[in-house]
Structures are given as structure tokens and as C-alpha cells.
């Protein structure tokens, strides 16, 4: 009974032994699954709700991720080209390159106006364009399927001729004059033909099906320095959603780019840049896959500063629009005085912009 006793606490002593003699092992084996602890600095972020304090905190050595949301919207550092609507076009000592020098700048194209109807203005000389073509400019036209001299009593329907093939001869006639011209041309048919000022506006099968004419037959002339811009009124007049102006889209093969015309009447309606192209754009953007281009606007002098509203134009485009590459400013005294150099402020604020 004794040796029995004795072997058996000498069995529990070896146990012990031998659990104590593998320990460390074990605590070594634990210890290096671990992931290691050590002492890394955590930078600042700059911009952020996010704020970390500069003193070294211990972290444990695995990847973290941190999302961090800007306290405020970041502008955009891009360039805004400008173009120009000017009727002095064909002059090298106009009011083109007069305000190039001012403005420090070379506007990025010259918008001018051709009416099928017009007895004088339906053609592009080469006479009228040997300025623009010694320069780099891109041309656009606004190809008005109109007389503008027989105002709302039309002695033809343009809209109803032209795919009938009565204005083929003088389309060719056209092409032949924009392939002479060798240089960029983009053309706008029948632009803001959602508002209801022009005898193709509010007709959208017939004006859809004119224009995919007028494309079809300009490129089986071959041109190649030609592209298309689909180019609508801001708002719809009568005013309705600005979704319904899908109606007048002739196509996606039949457009290069989309153009948007809005201008700050002023007055007791003086509208910011951001009022009139904000819903437009956004539509255009979603919808349709394409560059956008402000194809005209201007502001007002009556009712506000139209330095202001110039400034913050730029200031937009820069930080909201993405989109849009390019402003044509209507610099023609019309309705009112749209000019860039309308007041000496205009000017500066111009100036400032760029």
C-alpha cells in the first residue's frame, strides 16, 4: 500500500515536471500568432470632420481603413472655354480680336447665323470667313431653317421642304463652302426649337426628321471637318418639365455634341446663371451621353450687377457643371446690350475671370 502510494504521487509529480518544462514554448507559440503591437503616428487630415490628435497612439499593425467626408465642396481647377456670338466676324480689325487683346485671351470659337430663306445671309463665303480661317477658331452655325425677313408669315415651310428634297441644290451649295473652309464647323439646325418664337419650334416629328436630312445629306457631300450640335432652349416655353425636350432628340448617330441657349433678362426677372442652366443641365447630363456646350448666353444690365452674375458664372462652371467645356456669350446688342464690354465692370469681371 505504500509503494503504491509513493508511485502515484511520484506519477503526479513527473506530470508536473513535465507541464512546467513546456510551458514557455506554449507562451512563445501564442505570442507570435499575435499581431505585433507597435507605436505608429497617426496623420492629420486636412479638409475633414475627421480630426486626430499629433501625439503617437499605439495601433495595432493591421490596415485601416478611414473614410473622410470634406467639410466643403472642392472647386474644380479646369479650364472654361469661351466662344463668342459676334456679327462682325469676317473683319480682322473687329470687335473679335479687339476683345482678344483686352481680355488677354483667344476665344475657342465665333458663332455666326445663316437662314436658308435669307436672300443675303444663306451662304458662308470664303470671303466672309478668310479671318476666321487665318486663325484656330472653330466656327458655329446656327442654321435657321427660316426668311427671319418674313417674320411669323413664312412664304415656305422649311421644316416640310427640306425632306422633300427642294433644298438639296443649295445644301450641296452649303457643303461645298463648309469643306472650302477646311477648318472645325460645328452646325446647330434649328436650335431652341422647344420654345415657341421660330416657325420649326414645337413640331417635333417634322423638325426631327428635317434635321436627320440636313445630316444624312452634309455627310454624303463628305465632310469631314463637320460635326452636329443638337441645341435646345433652357426652359420649354409654354413651360412644361424640361424631360419633354426628348421629344425634339433626333438620335444619337445625329448628334456630336448638345448646346443649351439661356440668357438673365434682368430687370424684375433677374435670374442667376445657376436658376437658368441648373435643370437642363442636369437633365442632358443623365440622359444623354454627350459634351456639353452653353451655345448662347448673356446677362442683362438692368437689375443687378452684371459683373456679379458674370462671376459667379465662371465660379459655377468651374465647381458644378463638369460637363460643359465651353460658354458662347451672345455679344451682340439686341433685345438689350449683351455685350462683354457693355460697362467697364462687365469688362473687369471678364478679366478677373480668366
Known amino acids: 500500500m505504500f509503494f503504491l502510494l509513493k508511485k502515484r504521487e511520484w506519477r503526479i509529480y513527473l506530470i508536473a515536471l513535465l507541464i512546467i518544462s513546456i510551458y514557455p514554448l506554449i507562451n512563445i507559440y501564442i505570442n507570435k500568432t499575435k499581431p505585433e503591437r507597435i507605436n505608429t503616428p497617426v496623420a492629420k487630415v486636412e479638409n475633414s470632420q475627421v480630426a486626430f490628435p499629433d501625439e503617437t497612439q499605439n495601433v495595432l499593425a493591421e490596415k485601416i481603413e478611414v473614410t473622410v467626408m470634406p467639410t466643403?465642396?472642392?472647386?474644380?481647377?479646369?479650364?472654361?472655354?469661351?466662344?463668342?456670338?459676334?456679327?462682325?466676324?469676317?473683319?480682322?480689325?473687329?470687335?473679335?480680336?479687339?476683345?482678344?487683346?483686352?481680355?488677354?485671351?483667344?476665344?475657342?470659337?465665333?458663332?455666326?447665323?445663316?437662314?436658308?430663306?435669307?436672300?443675303?445671309?444663306?451662304?458662308?463665303?470664303?470671303?466672309?470667313?478668310?479671318?476666321?480661317?487665318?486663325?484656330?477658331?472653330?466656327?458655329?452655325?446656327?442654321w435657321e431653317p427660316w426668311n427671319p425677313l418674313e417674320g411669323g408669315s413664312q412664304s415656305v415651310d422649311y421644316l416640310q421642304q427640306i425632306p422633300k428634297g427642294s433644298t438639296d441644290e443649295y445644301i450641296k451649295a452649303f457643303a461645298a463652302q463648309l469643306k472650302s473652309f477646311s477648318k472645325p464647323v460645328i452646325i446647330r439646325f434649328g436650335h431652341e426649337m422647344n420654345g415657341n418664337w421660330y416657325p420649326w419650334a414645337g413640331r417635333p416629328e417634322e423638325y426631327k426628321?428635317?434635321?436627320?436630312?440636313?445630316?444624312?445629306?452634309?455627310?454624303?457631300?463628305?465632310?469631314t471637318n463637320v460635326k452636329f450640335m443638337w441645341s435646345i432652349n433652357a426652359e420649354n416655353v409654354p413651360l412644361t418639365d424640361i424631360a419633354n425636350v426628348s421629344k425634339f432628340y433626333p438620335g444619337e448617330a445625329y448628334v456630336d455634341m448638345i448646346g443649351i441657349d439661356g440668357y438673365n433678362w434682368g430687370g424684375s426677372n433677374w435670374r442667376s446663371f445657376k436658376d437658368i442652366f441648373s435643370s437642363p443641365y442636369n437633365y442632358l447630363n443623365k440622359t444623354y451621353?454627350?459634351?456639353?456646350?452653353?451655345?448662347?448666353?448673356?446677362?442683362?444690365?438692368?437689375?443687378?450687377?452684371?459683373?456679379?452674375?458674370?462671376?459667379?458664372?465662371?465660379?459655377?462652371l468651374?465647381?458644378?457643371?463638369?460637363?460643359?467645356?465651353?460658354?458662347?456669350?451672345?455679344?451682340?446688342?439686341?433685345?438689350?446690350?449683351?455685350?462683354?464690354?457693355?460697362?467697364?465692370?462687365?469688362?473687369?469681371?471678364?478679366?478677373?475671370?480668366?
Open 72 to 142: 466643403k465642396k472642392q472647386e474644380v481647377n479646369r479650364e472654361v472655354k469661351l466662344g463668342i456670338s459676334s456679327e462682325d466676324y469676317t473683319r480682322a480689325d473687329g470687335s473679335i480680336p479687339s476683345l482678344e487683346k483686352q481680355l488677354g485671351i483667344t476665344f475657342n470659337t465665333v458663332s455666326i447665323y445663316k437662314q436658308f430663306g435669307h436672300p443675303t445671309n444663306k451662304y458662308v463665303s470664303e470671303e466672309d470667313l478668310s479671318y476666321l480661317k487665318s486663325t484656330v477658331k472653330n466656327l458655329l452655325i446656327a
Open 209 to 223: 426628321t428635317a434635321y436627320r436630312y440636313m445630316v444624312d445629306m452634309l455627310r454624303k457631300e463628305g465632310l
Open 289 to 316: 451621353n454627350k459634351p456639353i456646350i452653353i451655345s448662347e448666353t448673356a446677362s442683362s444690365e438692368i437689375g443687378g450687377s452684371k459683373a456679379a452674375w458674370i462671376a459667379a458664372m465662371f465660379a459655377a
Open 318 to 354: 468651374k465647381s458644378d457643371y463638369p460637363k460643359i467645356s465651353e460658354v458662347v456669350w451672345f455679344n451682340i446688342p439686341k433685345e438689350q446690350d449683351w455685350r462683354i464690354d457693355s460697362s467697364q465692370s462687365s469688362l473687369e469681371a471678364f478679366k478677373s475671370s480668366f
